[in-house]
């Protein structure tokens, strides 16, 4: 039997390599006759340049850079070898980089991926694709932007403060982005625009920390910070708060744009460099997971992208994650057969405890029940 094994991430305890290693071994350990091909997958968010790292290889370069708070943490920037450089907003963005009482977008800052957008320019690579998803930060990539060269000023001429409750106070910006005329492509399934009802602020601000009051505020905030953004950057293309997209990672979509950037389907690239397609034509069985499962988790995520290219081949598709709170119908209009909890298998300590044990002693149950 060919089981093709491959799940996102399992935020907090396992990433995307490791939950498949734990599902392959435990799949082992229960049928070791079976032919399993592991394919570690990202939508972009947390684990982007790890799953392409294992795909396809290509040169690792660590980067000091500093977290949403402005502490050093270190970075990668994956080189492959077509001049294409990957790099991952989450790792200088990313929510799992706070504790929660440390959550807050009004003062969260997306400066420190731009250190590691200069690290890829200067290795000379002539497109960059950034990973987004999973931020801690609202400021529209204001902060990333400072990074490049190009300030945010008040009307007074002084450069205003970080994240994104600071840009109520912009007025426009000086200098000019230091990239050399590099491409820049944000990858992302996200389609909100920056800004309104379904924008980064009301869609995603209370997800980090931010109040009601918090979300009025961002959202004006980060409107006018498109106006700026608009007459500031000759890159910029009209209309930027509005394209789809631009709301991604607390705005680093718009920044993007606004420095002349392009978007790609996160998942989609990821499926292309992981030979995602030809793995599910050899399966007779996909195995998919992460960390919680949920109705959400079938609007453009990993696990809907995954059941639903194996609901085109006819083969069944297994869920595993460390919750399941998604309904049944609605998993099964997505390609769904079944799903399975870390959480009700063991129980939330052991789960949160020993994630790897725990998912491969459940993998190997589910081979039991599958393999022939």
Known sequence: MHVLVAPDKFAGTLTAVEAAEAVAAGWRDAAPGDELLVRPLSDGGPGFVDVLHHASGGRLVEVPTVDPLGRPVTGSVLLAGDGTAYVESAQACGLHLLAPHER???????????PLLLAAVESGVRRIVVGLGGSATNDAGAGMLS???VTPLDEAG?????GGAALLGCARLDGAPRIRGVALVAATDVDNPLTGLYGASSVYG???GATREDVLVLDAALARFSRVLEEGLGSCPPGVGELPGAGAAGGL?????ALGGGRVSGIGLVRELTGLDAALDAADLVVTGEGSFDDQSLRGKVVAGVAGAAAERGLPCVVVAGRVSAGRRLAAAAGITESHSLVD????????????????ALAGRIARQWSR
């Open 253 to 257: 979509g718009a920044a993007l744009f």
């Open 104 to 114: 807050s977008p009004r003062t969260t800052t997306s400066y420190g991926l731009g």
């Open 158 to 162: 002084y450069a205003v403060g970080y």
């Open 147 to 149: 990074a490049l060269g």
């Open 206 to 208: 209370p997800q980090k």
């Open 345 to 360: 298998a063991v129980g939330e300590d052991e789960a949160l405890a020993r994630p790897a044990e725990a998912l491969r």
